[in-house]
């Protein structure tokens, strides 16, 4: 266990590490950085980090995103922890709701889903919409990046579950963008990739940041919990399987980059309905609003 200085020192070294073989910002150009924040942990720490690495930077503006799902005593306080943090740092603060993005809330979705006998969990949907609001967002502002506060087992139980599903073409999809852009979304970083969740809720504690404790009350049988439990067992078996699993990500990316995307299954189009760019007919996001209708 480390103190509190040493642990703050070690997050912060860790952070600017990855934010620098992230982030690079072009010479004699400005930088537009979206943070997607939720009142959470993990993009209060994200944003803290990244206000005081490039804060400064006159080439460089950041813009604190929050999307408002509609989910009646989690997200009106989690929204103001995240209001608040900006205003401490003096960040401008963004917010786009559901119904603004042409969505139902999130409490009606599951109303739905309950009277629909829907298999799928809600966070499914809301999964889907809300990547459809980080992006009006970013759309909004002008934004050239998008950094996400995914932590080290959050990417490593969403690698876990890409393989599971032999699902290569998300594992090919997965952040950071760097030095594989996709086709017609803005690049995104995850410069807490490295660091584990506990470590990263130290911080945020030692440091005093306005952050939103509740977990989302739709959020029970999420298959990402149960991966949480997977992942977990997994590391106290063998220390480093968190690691292990990302840099097995970081090769499997490497190298169809060195194949020259020659396995690509999927061929991207632009959705008829929202014109964002999809692998299928239409795209998620809008397919699941029809559902809602
Ligand atoms: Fe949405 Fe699920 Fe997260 Fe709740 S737990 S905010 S429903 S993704
Ligand atoms: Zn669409």
Same mark, same amino acid.
């Given at each position: 266990?480390?103190?509190?200085?040493?642990?703050?020192?070690?997050?912060?070294?860790?952070?600017?590490?990855?934010?620098?073989?992230?982030?690079?910002?072009?010479?004699?150009?400005?930088?537009?950085?979206?943070?997607?924040?939720?009142?959470?942990?993990?993009?209060?720490?994200?944003?803290?980090?990244?206000?005081?690495?490039?804060?400064?930077?006159?080439?460089?503006?950041?813009?604190?995103?929050?999307?408002?799902?509609?989910?009646? #005593?989690?997200?009106?306080?989690?929204? &103001? $922890?995240?209001?608040?943090?900006?205003?401490?740092?003096?960040?401008?603060? /963004? @917010? *786009?709701?559901?119904?603004?993005?042409?969505?139902?809330?999130?409490?009606?979705?599951?109303?739905?889903?309950?009277?629909?006998?829907?298999?799928?969990?809600?966070?499914?949907?809301?999964?889907?919409?809300?990547?459809?609001?980080?992006?009006?967002?970013?759309?909004?502002?002008?934004?050239?990046?998008?950094?996400?506060?995914?932590?080290?087992?959050?990417?490593?139980?969403?690698?876990?579950?890409?393989?599971?599903?032999?699902?290569?073409?998300?594992?090919?999809?997965?952040?950071?963008?760097?030095?594989?852009?996709?086709?017609?979304?803005?690049?995104?970083?995850?410069?807490?990739?490295?660091?584990?969740?506990?470590?990263?809720?130290?911080?945020?504690?030692?440091? #005093?940041?306005?952050?939103?404790?509740? &977990? $989302?009350?739709?959020?029970?049988?999420?298959?990402?919990?149960?991966?949480? /439990? @997977? *992942?977990?067992?997994?590391?106290?078996?063998?220390?480093?399987?968190?690691?292990?699993?990302?840099?097995?990500?970081?090769?499997?990316?490497?190298?169809?980059?060195?194949?020259?995307?020659?396995?690509?299954?999927?061929?991207?189009?632009?959705?008829?309905?929202?014109?964002?760019?999809?692998?299928?007919?239409?795209?998620?996001?809008?397919?699941?609003?029809?559902?809602?209708?």
């Amino acid at each position: 266990m480390m103190c509190g200085a040493h642990l703050a020192d070690s997050v912060r070294k860790k952070a600017s590490k990855a934010l620098r073989q992230q982030l690079i910002l072009p010479k004699g150009e400005h930088t537009t950085i979206l943070v997607a924040i939720s009142g959470g942990k993990d993009s209060a720490v994200l944003l803290e980090r990244i206000h005081e690495n490039l804060g400064r930077r006159r080439d460089v503006t950041i813009v604190g995103g929050c999307v408002d799902e509609g989910i009646e #005593g989690y997200r009106p306080p989690s929204l &103001e $922890c995240a209001r608040e943090l900006c205003e401490e740092l003096g960040i401008r603060f /963004e @917010t *786009v709701s559901y119904p603004e993005l042409g969505f139902k809330e999130m409490d009606e979705v599951v109303e739905k889903i309950v009277s629909m006998e829907e298999k799928k969990a809600p966070c499914s949907y809301c999964g889907v919409f809300r990547r459809k609001g980080i992006n009006h967002l970013a759309d909004r502002v002008g934004a050239d990046v998008i950094a996400l506060g995914h932590n080290l087992d959050d990417m490593a139980q969403t690698i876990m579950m890409n393989m599971q599903n032999g699902d290569l073409e998300r594992t090919l999809r997965l952040a950071p963008h760097t030095s594989t852009p996709l086709e017609g979304m803005v690049p995104r970083i995850v410069p807490l990739r490295w660091i584990p969740e506990q470590e990263i809720h130290l911080y945020a504690l030692h440091r #005093g940041l306005p952050i939103h404790h509740e &977990e $989302c009350p739709h959020g029970d049988g999420a298959l990402r919990f149960r991966h949480r /439990e @997977t *992942v977990a067992m997994m590391e106290a078996d063998v220390p480093g399987t968190r690691h292990g699993l990302l840099r097995m990500a970081d090769d499997v990316k490497k190298l169809h980059a060195l194949a020259d995307g020659e396995f690509r299954t999927a061929k991207a189009v632009n959705c008829p309905e929202c014109g964002q760019i999809c692998s299928g007919q239409i795209c998620k996001a809008c397919e699941m609003k029809n559902q809602m209708q």
